[in-house]
């Protein structure tokens, strides 16, 4: 089998795990980061999707039944490449 890599690749590939090792090592135990709170709910979800204004040309797709787009459960969905395996195929 013939080795495509380089004396260059080889050695870019030394150098970046040498900078990962040394970042790997910082102490960041004395910062704070406040993460803000997200909230993640299923209707919370569905409200924002079914106010975005950007997305009312995906909607009224979905409810033609023209292009990629399809409606479960109030949630708007883009259709799965067939190569893709989906719990959501079924629109």
Request: negative net charge.
């Amino acid at each position: 089998m013939h080795n495509d890599k380089t004396e260059t690749d080889v050695a870019d590939v030394d150098r970046t795990e040498q900078q990962a090792d040394k970042f790997h090592k910082i102490d960041m135990s004395d910062v704070e980061i406040e993460i803000p709170e997200i909230n993640t709910s299923s209707s919370h979800f569905l409200k924002a999707q079914q106010s975005d204004p950007s997305l009312s040309n995906l909607w009224e797709r979905a409810k033609t039944n023209t292009g990629s787009y399809c409606v479960i459960d109030n949630l708007l969905y883009k259709h799965s490449p067939q190569n893709v395996n989906s719990s959501h195929d079924t629109c």
